[in-house]
């Protein structure tokens, strides 16, 4: 089968742990881009969760804020307003 050439680019440090990874694995690096790129074709999905982890913005408390500060908005009662060390504070409440 006819072979392509892809080039991307990916921070260096990044890239020298990539190979230690895949080479620990036995494989280099076109051979594990070759594998993901085969599970995506397979599988129609991205093999791993892709999430925003522990970022507070998406916590439940800053959610519970935001929906509360857009109904306010959209009731036209004004628009409330909170410090980042409060955003912060009432995450760790969590």
């Known amino acids: 089968m006819p072979q392509t050439t892809l080039s991307i680019r990916i921070d260096d440090d990044l ?3 990539f190979d ?5 694995f036995g494989m280099n690096i076109s051979t594990a ?3 993901f790129a085969k599970t995506i074709v397979r599988e129609r999905r991205i093999p791993f969760e892709i999430s925003a982890g ?5 916590g439940e408390a800053n959610m519970a804020w935001l929906r509360e500060a857009h109904a ?3 009731s036209n009662q004004g ?3 909170k410090s980042l060390d ?3 504070a009432s ?3 969590e």
Request: negative net charge.
């Open 15 to 17: 890239k020298k742990q």
């Open 20 to 24: 230690a990874v895949c080479s620990e």
């Open 33 to 35: 881009i070759t594998v």
């Open 54 to 58: 522990s970022d507070p913005f998406y």
């Open 72 to 74: 306010q908005y959209l």
């Open 79 to 81: 628009f409330i307003a």
């Open 86 to 88: 409060e955003l912060i």
């Open 91 to 93: 995450e760790d409440e």
